[in-house]
């Protein structure tokens, strides 16, 4: 007896060792070596874990560029041209240096001859390049915005409007710049509460552009009931967080950042040329606002909500946007579902400890990190570029395309909502109702899984009422003829 | 045959509280026709019913996180509320001449939840045939239900403690202060106990290291 649970409990251990053996060939196969973890926000906004959908490709600093470069100062801004140049704001040495795709440096654009006198920059914060090459440099200290054309040369400058309405020491110091495909130049303005402010092509100021609603304080409301005037003078003002970055879409519209205290607001807007925000949100339980689930205070910097501070538009409706606080990059749909976050803070290739501004390079992100002076590029993995395959062709509205890449997506990652939704919803297309109902529930889209629910339902009952009416005809029928049966029956024996 | 008459003949009192509700719960206290099994017999239901309805209401109706759906939760939620309300009923009541005993009460709040159980079961069975636009039916059924229930439990507060209505209400409305006052007791009682254990472990800690 002892000897055959010997030989079982052995042949057990060999079983668990040969599973064991196999995972360790298998997993570092499948892993794929990033310092972060992919996520993304389900239906009940609970985090769950996902493959990374970019992975670092390479990241280069200023000597890589050119060694005679030196290092860069505080860097702050980062513009992709629509030729493909980049353009690197260093705030700190005062200059903007421009690099193509390879890293071979163009140029270093330090000044500009107006009027003959060479003139500097002072701290330059940002930068945009329109289709015509003009360049636009927020030359913030120097409280100025220079347009200068391809080759550098000094086409015109806008300075300080002259409104009402600013107070007396206010200096003009833009911080972010846009240029619209009209011609429109939006700036992010320090200390500019009112708006992004907006001048026309000539140069001249027409308005504020976007406003960030500072929602009301009922409890705060209440208070200031009982205040006395002087109480009432010590409270802080109500003023609205100030814009942080923008980003032109395809469509001219605008989409900017601006922190929330909290978090739970969106921290996204997309703005349309009247400056109405018509960004869209599908979803109840998660803000468009980077994190959900974040530890409210401790830590150092690593707690509290995201602050979103850059942006770019993409493609088909997507959009990407740039956490300070834990360096992670979130990109959601056109219907303002989350698709996946990647990067984060750290020191580690693939991570930023200071990040200050996201572009797109091709279909590649690249971050520039001020801490370092370094500019980290991230190439999408199959699994990204799968996303962004399938949300194009359904934003296209070829909802049929999608489902072979819906298809992949849930074959890589089970827990991917939107592709359980994805292929319930061309299903339901087809007419596959009762199929389309168990992968509408998967992906927990409950418009589509009700109307595929009532369309189940008419067939179902389509099916069933003829015979319940027929075999219901039939015994009232019976019943019929039993009464007339008994009567019959009953006046003969009377007669 | 006989045994089912029978219980159908004990749970006649329940139906006659849901039309009749003044002599039905006249009948219970003072013609001495209710008993304490069968008020948790019909709590027993209430709980069945709830945990019918959380596991089974459609998705359309219901989309909390299936992992969020538990029924032993369930039922120590809905025990703790009715202990909570008798317990702080009968402690409101003592100091305000009512006449209901502690058993009163809770035989009381059992008997009025007739009409949750005839509502909720149907209630979550329809919702399993509804589309989005019409889980109004459901929550209709639903509504009725809580509120005959919410009016039963007034009325048998009232019958029970041979009350007027005014009175009654205010000793309702007195009964969730106390209600708050037992739960901020419990809470500092659960936080002194753990401080107090905290403290003898670490003298525990202390005596075992040395």
């Known amino acids: 007896m002892q000897g055959r649970y010997y030989k079982i409990t052995k042949k057990f251990a060999a079983i668990v060792l040969a599973i064991v053996l196999a995972a360790g060939w298998v997993i570092p196969v499948l892993a794929e070596s990033t310092p972060f973890q992919g996520y993304s926000y389900n239906f009940w906004g609970t985090l769950v874990p996902a493959p990374a959908a970019y992975v670092p490709l390479r990241s280069f600093n200023a000597a890589e560029i050119d060694p005679e470069l030196g290092g860069f100062n505080n860097p702050s801004d980062l513009h992709v041209c629509p030729f493909g140049y980049i353009y690197i704001v260093d705030t700190g040495n005062n200059r903007i240096v421009v690099a193509d795709e390879e890293l071979n440096l163009q140029r270093v654009i330090s000044g500009f001859y107006m009027d003959g006198v060479w003139q500097e920059f002072d701290r330059p914060n940002g930068i945009f390049v329109t289709w015509d090459g003009d360049i636009y440099i927020a030359d913030t200290l120097n409280e100025r915005i220079p347009i200068l054309d391809w080759d550098g040369n000094f086409i015109r400058m806008i300075r300080e409007p002259q409104v009402e309405g600013l107070e007396d020491g206010f200096a003009f110091r833009p911080l972010s710049i846009l240029v619209d495909r009209g011609g429109r130049v939006y700036v992010i303005v320090q200390h500019v509460f009112e708006g992004i402010m907006n001048f026309n092509v000539e140069g001249e100021f027409v308005g504020y552009f976007g406003t960030i609603e500072t929602g009301r304080q009922w409890l705060e409301i209440f208070w200031r009931l009982f205040m006395t005037d002087r109480q009432l003078q010590g409270q802080n003002r109500f003023i609205p967080t100030e814009f942080q970055g923008m980003a032109l879409d395809q469509y001219n519209f605008v989409f900017t950042t601006n922190i929330e205290p909290w978090g739970n607001n969106n921290q996204v807007m997309r703005l349309n040329p009247r400056g109405q925000d018509v960004l869209l949100n599908l979803n109840d339980t998660v803000s468009i606002s980077g994190d959900q689930r974040f530890r409210v205070v401790g830590f150092g910097q690593l707690s509290g909500p995201s602050q979103l501070i850059d942006i770019i538009a993409r493609p088909y409706g997507m959009f990407t946007a740039l956490d300070r606080v834990r360096g992670r990059l979130y990109t959601y749909d056109s219907e303002g579902n989350l698709l996946y976050v990647f990067s984060g803070w750290g020191s580690l290739e693939g991570m930023t400890r200071r990040p200050v501004a996201v572009e797109m390079l091709g279909d590649d992100i690249i971050v520039l990190d001020a801490h370092f002076g370094r500019i980290l590029q991230f190439t999408p993995t199959e699994y990204g570029a799968l996303i962004n395959e399938a949300i194009a062709m359904r934003y296209r509205g070829d909802e049929a395309a999608a489902v072979d890449a819906w298809r992949r997506l849930t074959a890589l990652d089970e827990n991917f909502q939107l592709a359980w939704a994805g292929i319930g919803r061309s299903l339901l297309a087809e007419g596959d109702n009762q199929a389309a109902m168990y992968y509408l529930h998967r992906g927990m889209d409950m418009v589509h899984y009700s109307i595929a629910f009532r369309r189940h339902r008419l067939e179902v009952l389509q099916g069933v009422l003829p015979t319940v009416f027929t075999v219901g005809t039939g015994l009232v029928g019976l019943l019929i003829a039993y009464k007339i049966f008994r009567v019959v029956k009953r006046r003969v024996a009377e007669a | ?210």
């Not at chain 2, 329809?126 to 229930?149: K, P, R």
Request: with cysteine; aromatic share 16%.
């Open chain 2, 1 to 210: 045959m006989s045994a089912v008459k029978r219980f159908f003949g004990l749970y006649a009192l329940p139906m006659r509280i849901m039309v009749q509700p003044f002599a039905g719960f006249y009948a219970m206290k003072f013609e001495g026709q209710g008993t304490m099994k069968l008020a948790f017999f019909n709590f027993a239901l209430l709980c069945l019913s709830f945990m019918y309805n959380n596991q089974y209401a459609s998705i359309l109706v219901d989309d909390s996180h299936p992992l969020m759906r538990n029924s032993v939760v369930d039922v120590v939620v809905l025990t703790a509320m009715v202990l909570l309300f008798s317990v702080a009923n009968w402690s409101v009541t003592s100091l305000t001449d009512g006449e209901g005993r502690f058993k009163d009460i809770v035989m009381a709040i059992c008997y009025a939840m007739t009409p949750l159980i005839l509502t909720m079961i149907p209630a979550t069975i329809i919702s399993t045939f509804l589309s989005s636009d019409e889980t109004g039916f459901y929550f209709l059924l639903m509504g009725v239900g809580m509120f005959y229930f919410i009016l039963l439990v007034f009325v048998g507060l009232i019958t029970v403690h041979n009350y007027g209505a005014v009175k009654a209400l205010l000793t309702v409305l007195l009964t969730f202060v106390a209600i708050l006052i037992i739960v901020f007791l419990l809470t500092l009682l659960l936080t002194l106990w753990q401080q107090l254990y905290g403290f003898i472990y670490s003298v525990y800690l202390e005596i075992t290291f040395r």
